[in-house]
């Protein structure tokens, strides 16, 4: 088994910046540095975003916080999508609040958000309460 190589940002910073001043193709880069093309591109993706200790560029950073507030949005809808199936005005029992969850699964990403949401452990979401025979119970005061 081959040991993974790692490179430093000086490195990699050296590599792009070669790639983008036209100086050689990425193909000659590639085989000069013994690296792959999707590596060298993916290291021109992080040199735009500034990931090497440089400045990045406006359109990146713009990009980057485009896309943390599109996923912020996307979670925050489908939150505000499960909490209005849920009843509002009563106090809820675990078995109702595990019948909601179960219900609204395909609004939510995982059990452990529609727990969240309903302020129920999840723990209690996957209890099975066990079946008590009459026995028991009429041997109880």
Not at 26 to 44: D, E, F, T
Not at 99 to 106: A, L, M, Q, S, V
């Amino acid at each position: 088994m081959r040991n993974q190589r790692s490179f430093n940002l000086e490195f990699k910073r050296q590599v792009v910046e070669e790639l983008l001043s036209g100086e050689s193709r990425p193909a000659q880069l590639c085989r000069r540095h013994n690296i792959g093309a999707s590596l060298l591109y993916h290291w021109k993706k992080q040199y735009s975003r500034g990931k090497f200790n440089n400045e990045p560029t406006c359109e990146a950073a713009l990009k980057d916080r485009i896309d943390k507030l599109e996923r912020l949005v996307g979670r925050l809808t489908l939150e505000n999508e499960f909490l209005k199936k849920r009843a509002p005005d009563k106090r809820q029992s675990a078995s109702e609040k595990r019948e909601i969850i179960t219900r609204c699964k395909h609004f939510l990403s995982s059990i452990r958000q529609g727990c969240r949401l309903m302020n129920l452990a999840r723990s209690s979401f996957y209890h099975k309460s066990r079946a008590r025979n009459s026995e028991w119970m009429a041997g109880k005061p």
